[in-house]
């Protein structure tokens, strides 16, 4: 079974960092594309950061650009997302996904493969 697992969050001050990590198994890494997404309380989960299997075109939210990166080691089978300079308003439950062909890129419904999440909080 396709199977992943998050691991890396916790409380940070604002203006610290994170790093995710996400570990895959029971499928080919490099066969899938990956993303990570986020829900806070009340709201809808977003799409942060996505990047397809073969060419590794990649995809930030305006709101992450220039903060964070998502990368993969396909040897290790492994997602990551280093995080910097964190908000407050980052602050929410992060999801590691894949899927063999997602129809758009980091839109959540394409994505058939979920994590468990989770958290990362942001506060003084």
């Known amino acids: 079974q396709v199977q992943l697992v998050e691991s890396g969050g916790g409380l940070v001050q604002p203006g610290g960092s994170l790093l995710l990590s996400c570990a895959a198994s029971?499928?080919?890494?490099?066969?899938?594309?990956i993303g990570w997404f986020r829900q806070a309380p009340g709201k809808e989960r977003e799409g942060v950061s996505c990047?397809?299997?073969?060419?590794?075109?990649?995809y930030y939210a305006d709101s992450v650009k220039g903060r964070f990166t998502i990368s993969r080691d396909n040897a290790k089978n492994t997602v990551y997302l280093q995080m910097n300079s964190l908000k407050p308003e980052d602050t929410a439950v992060y999801y590691c996904a894949t899927d063999p062909r997602p129809g758009r890129l980091c839109v959540r419904y394409e994505y058939n493969y979920w994590g468990q999440g989770t958290q990362v909080t942001v506060s003084s």
């Open positions: 029971g499928f080919t890494l490099d066969y899938y594309h």
């Open positions: 990047m397809t299997n073969r060419e590794g075109i990649t």
